[in-house]
């Protein structure tokens, strides 16, 4: 999942935040119980909309799940904002691994969902399968995401036969960003519209349990909507999806130029900066803060003697 560059400009600052209350809606409280796919799929059903957001550590993964974020994504944007590339097809597939482990660790009532990086599993099935199975034993994932067409269907129809749950990312596909120039929005001609419901319809018939469609217009969300039943999650494709999802750093304000779709909901960035800045003068002025340690009893005198 990427930030579609070619898309970004300064985001509006979001103060308010919805107060509908719902019932059994998991908006806005602790996760007191484990997230299953059995949940998204009653939220869907009941329209209660679900949020979802990136994730790549344990301790942002903690404060996520208290704030009752249902799913966490540990996405392959982490190598744009973790790891500072400028492609997503650099994210490391063993450390994708680790961070998911990490994200279950700090959030283990969130439903997590692991994105298998570029080529971790185009080059064979064999090699797919395995990767996906790692996944699930040592990051311990509820679920794998995928970037397909439905050229995709015997891998995932392979995938689910294991036991495997699989979310098809359709729509903008940022692994494939190099056959275009780079990233961009998908689905704006009736063609190209068409093949992605196609393909949406052709993954949830090979098995996939979620969708999660990426840069379209709301026409070709609302479409795929009524032509598949599985719950569909968006990034920049409107408000009709089951649930929503950005890049955790976008959210909070620490990214420069976010895409035109996320609108923060804090400037942690300028936060940071400024406490970042206060520590520099305190360092200077030799007024660091916080409680030192002493000696026991009478070991000053001891040790001044030697």
């Known amino acids: 999942m990427s930030r579609t560059a070619s898309d970004r400009k300064p985001p509006v600052e979001v103060t308010a935040v919805s107060s509908h209350e719902k019932s059994e809606s998991l908006l806005g409280t602790p996760l007191k119980k484990r997230v299953t796919l059995r949940t998204l799929r009653k939220m869907a059903n009941t329209g209660d909309a679900f949020a979802c957001l990136t994730a790549y550590d344990a301790t942002t993964s903690r404060w996520l799940e208290r704030a009752g974020v249902p799913v966490l994504l540990i996405g392959d944007s982490a190598a744009e904002v973790v790891l500072g590339f400028d492609r997503t097809v650099q994210m490391p597939l063993d450390l994708t691994i680790t961070l998911t482990a990490a994200v279950r660790r700090g959030a283990p009532n969130a439903f997590v969902m692991a994105d298998m990086p570029f080529m971790s599993y185009q080059a064979n099935a064999d090699d797919a399968m395995i990767n996906a199975g790692r996944f699930m034993t040592e990051g311990n994932a509820d679920c794998v995401k ?3 067409d439905e050229t995709y269907t015997p891998l995932v129809e392979r995938m689910t036969r294991a036991g495997i749950a699989v979310c098809a990312h ?17 689905g704006r001609s009736a063609d190209e519209a068409e093949r992605i419901v196609r393909d949406a319809v052709a993954l949830e018939r ?20 009524r032509e598949t039943s599985v719950p569909l999650i968006g990034i920049g494709a409107g408000p009709a999806c089951h649930g929503q999802i950005l890049v955790v750093q976008d959210l909070l304000g ?16 300028t936060e940071i900066q400024a406490a970042a800045a206060d520590w520099v003068k305190r360092v200077s002025l ?14 000053a005198d001891r040790f001044y003697s030697r």
Do not use: H, N
């Not at 359709?170 to 998908?186: D, I």
């Not at 469609?213 to 070709?220: C, F, H, R």
């Not at 620490?254 to 804090?266: K, V």
């Open 206 to 225: 090979a098995g996939a349990v979620l969708l999660l469609i990426e840069a379209v217009p709301p026409e070709v969300t609302e479409r795929v909507l």
């Open 146 to 148: 995928l970037e397909v």
């Open 170 to 186: 359709v729509g903008s596909r940022p692994s494939t960003a190099a056959l275009a120039g780079g990233y961009g929005s998908a």
């Open 286 to 299: 030799r007024d660091i803060g916080g409680k030192g340690y002493e000696m026991r009893e009478g070991e």
């Open 254 to 269: 620490m990214t420069d130029a976010p895409p035109r779709f996320a609108e923060r909901s804090a400037s942690l960035g």
